[in-house]
């Protein structure tokens, strides 16, 4: 079975790992608990995967994967007409099938495949490879809680270009996931995390590469950001934390609510490498991290689920961007707050320290959830 042989490889090479080495404290599980959350989190991921397979064929869900390709398509044009690229060649990314063939090998199989203008929609936009099936991860030291609600985070940050489409699924109901907050953050293209105060980071009173937004009626949220860079033990990846009944301020943040997905997005091996090879992240001098020689992708990688979102180059070069978009199914009524300990507050004029902050909720969870 290749989710047996994949699996084992990975818990393999965990217990191989005397210590896992990360440049950011909280992310320091041992061998033993990255293996228990692993399990942890594939239970989940079947029962989200099997409640929502019998969705499939519903009249609901096949008119929202139609609208979900013309968004996209729309989308894909709209980037392009921007940065002055409609008669640019573009490259795009392998679709599920072609995924799947590598996905017993190892993730950085995958690669990219020449299209051309008279591919269909449906070919290019609608493969959905990081599909609704999507197990709970941990959501790393570096959350802020009460970011920016803001679509655009790049502020002044170099880097490659990324617009990013995530479209939310109730498992429990096969509906879109509405009247949710997304948070998303990632490092700079060095390694360097805003909004905290630990050394090497960027500081309280930084935002970038931050950011929330509501989900719209096909539970969907877009945002401008840059390609993630990389750190110490880590594989280049985007957080993504999920708020219900969290209530927008005056002041454009957001309060209370509860957690119900977190989660982190990867991204193709053959992708990163042309990435890093480029200013500015080619100055990072930090060891790059595989995608399976990271302990977290274990969470992530099953034979159903595919962490790697879906990308397209908005043209025939990196410095034109990327269009990236993933389908992600949660369950709405789950809480997973225990696992979003956050280490900092945003307000005006700077943020603050969470007093209470304990890194070792994130390595010491609670047997069981909601």
Sequence with gaps: MIFKSFFEAVVAAVLSLTVVVTAHPGENLSARQIMDEVGNAHVVNMMNSRALEACQNDPEVKARKERAIARRAATFARLRDERGLNEAAWLHRRDRAAFQKWAALSHNKTGSVDLNKESTNA???GSNTSCVLTP???NGPYFVNQEHIRSDVVENVVGVPMHIELQFIDV?????????????????ATGAYSGV?????GGLGTTYLRGVQPTDADGVVSFDTIFPGHYQGRATHQHLIAHVGATTLPNGTYTGGRVAHL??????????????????????????????QDGFTGYAATSQYDPLPNYILLGNGLANGLFVW????LNTSSNWDYYAPYA?????GGGYNNPNFNFLAVVNPPPTHG
Aim: glycine share 2%.
């Design 123 to 125: 070919e290019i936009f």
């Design 136 to 138: 709970d991860n941990a």
């Design 172 to 188: 429990t109901t096969c509906k879109p996931a509405t009247q949710l907050l997304i948070d998303t953050w990632s490092c700079n």
């Design 197 to 201: 105060s630990a050394a090497g980071e």
């Design 263 to 292: 989660s982190q997005l990867f991204f193709d091996q053959t992708l990163r490498d042309a990435v890093e090879a480029t200013a500015p992240y080619n100055t990072n001098r930090i060891p790059k991290t595989s995608n399976l």
């Design 326 to 329: 993933a389908e992600l199914g």
């Design 344 to 348: 900092s507050t945003w307000k005006e």
